[in-house]
């Protein structure tokens, strides 16, 4: 009868104990972080950064407990226009120079429904920190591909480039500015959970 009432303490006890988190590393080859901004009131540039990489943890239960912290290296934005790539390279905008790097670390998330959240943080651009909100959908299923578990995730905002100093702009006959301040951001992220 003791061993019986044991068993059960100690079912209940592994089924009530929360579940470990885990430590998720973003996969840069098959990770994206992408931008689209107004040119000219009219059309729309689409730019991108080639290097990503950071962390998620996740106890795959509790999305108020997730953390994540993400690196964008600024070097290599592009555009796919050698001349407006130098552009945004220069200190009116990214002045990579003096900071090759964008981050992002979360401080809490708040879950929305229908497999998405709100991840609330500090994005630090050009050396200003500012709090953001990225709506998130993900994660995805997981899948076990080359012996190793992995999740995808996409998150959006919507930044004003004002805000963290990058001010350079012109005026177009009629109206209106050379580059928009409202810059869209996505990020497309490959997970891979750590065993270690």
Known sequence: MLSRLALAAVAVAVLAAPAAAQTWKIDPAHSTATFTVKHMMVSTVHGSFGKIEGSVVYDGENIAAVKAETIIDATTITTNNEKRDAHLKSPDFFDVAAHPTITFKSKRAEAVGNGKFKLIGDLTMRGVTREVVLDVEGPSDSIVVQNATRVGATAT??????????????????????????VKVTLELALIKQTT
Do not use: P
């Not at 990058?166 to 005026?171: D, E, F, G, K």
């Open 157 to 182: 905002t919507t930044l004003n480039r004002q805000d963290y100093g990058v001010n350079w702009s012109r005026s177009i006959d009629g109206g209106g500015v050379v580059v928009s301040d409202q």
